[in-house]
């Protein structure tokens, strides 16, 4: 397997996990807990909060997930040396949606 192949399945495969983790949470099936989910203080203050920050948190996940699958699938197409580059980026894409999820929950 070349390191485009393994950096591509990597990639895919984490995308597809955080999209499924994502979606219990998206559709309000976990309740507030201190394992799983989008764990900051706002969230904690009422089940409504909640709610609003794991859901719109999981939507901004799911959506990058696949930003990230996307770039899975865009490693079998680069340079075998500009590969890590490429897969580096869409691993750092993963944050975008916790700053995201931090800004929305400073709202409620």
């Known amino acids: ?9 990597t990639l895919i495969v984490v995308g597809i996990v955080l999209f499924l983790v994502s979606l219990p949470l998206y559709v309000g099936k976990i309740k ?3 394992i799983y ?4 203080a706002k969230a ?3 089940e ?6 794991n859901r719109f948190g ?10 990230l699958a996307m770039v899975g699938i865009a ?8 590969v890590m580059t490429v897969s580096n ?6 944050g975008v949606p916790i700053v995201l999820t931090i800004l929305h929950a400073r709202k409620l």
């Open 44 to 46: 904690f203050e009422s």
């Open 89 to 94: 980026a869409g691993f750092l894409s993963i």
């Open 1 to 9: 397997m070349t390191i485009n192949e393994k950096a591509a399945v």
């Open 58 to 67: 999981a939507g901004a996940m799911m959506l990058w997930s696949v930003v």
């Open 32 to 34: 507030r807990n201190s």
């Open 48 to 53: 409504e909060n909640w709610y609003a920050v």
């Open 37 to 40: 989910g989008f764990r900051i």
């Open 75 to 82: 490693c079998l197409n680069v340079q075998p040396q500009n």
